[in-house]
T-cell receptor
């Protein structure tokens, strides 16, 4: 069975600092991996996805993630945090049928 | 705007009642997914339809049912509601399956009193 673990339910960074949100997955088949962001009172918006092409994936708003098979990880990074990045971030793995299995989410706070 | 429309945005009802949540997918998307988001369970997959047929089921209670109509819109029916059913219910749609991007609606917030 596939699963996702997000390390850290809450991450706080200063504006301009590096953002690192951790995600580890478990999958018996080559995974499709996604990062979604949820702003308060809104639905989920796709940041980026990995579908077995390049291991370094660039997404929207300056975010990127690197797929590391040996570490079963798909961590999300952004070089410089903005106040507008404050939101909840979800890592997800998709099975062959398409349903998404989500991690528990990481709430990102950005301090001025 | 994701292009996925969910109605209503908010629903307040009492225990034992039945409600219907509606989802209109993006134009051209054949696959519809329903997810439940709650504080204790997080985001959980409920059920998936593809071109009118049920494709996959997750941790969906027997009191819950769904369908996808010929025009591809979908409805999630929740009956004999309990306090614990209070949650945010999301619909998502995609063109196909597997690695296709799922686009999420804004959700329906259900409060069972």
């Amino acid at each position: 069975a596939q699963s996702v673990t997000q390390l850290g339910s809450h991450v706080s960074v200063s504006e301009g600092a590096l953002v690192l949100l951790r995600c580890n997955y478990s999958s018996s088949v080559p995974p499709y991996l996604f990062w979604y962001v949820q702003y308060p009172n809104q639905g989920l918006q796709l940041l980026l996805k990995y579908t077995s092409a390049a291991t370094l994936v660039k997404g929207i708003n300056g975010f990127e993630a690197e797929f590391k098979k040996s570490e079963t990880s798909f961590h999300l990074t952004k070089p410089s945090a903005h106040m507008s990045d404050a939101a909840e971030y979800f890592c997800a793995v998709s099975d062959q049928g398409g349903k998404l299995i989500f991690g528990q989410g990481t709430e990102l706070s950005v301090k001025p | 705007d994701s292009g996925v429309t969910q109605t209503p945005k908010h629903l307040i009802t009492a225990t034992g009642q039945r409600v219907t949540l509606r989802c209109s997918p993006r134009s051209g998307d054949l696959s519809v997914y329903w997810y439940q988001q709650s504080l204790d369970q997080g985001l959980q997959f409920l059920i998936q339809y593809y071109n009118g047929e049920e494709r996959a089921k997750g941790n969906i209670l027997e009191r819950f049912s769904a369908q996808q109509f010929p025009d591809l819109h979908s409805e999630l029916n929740l009956s004999s509601l309990e306090l614990g059913d209070s949650a945010l219910y999301f619909c998502a749609s995609s063109v196909g399956l597997a690695k296709n991007i799922q686009y999420f609606g804004a959700g329906t917030r259900l409060s069972v009193l």
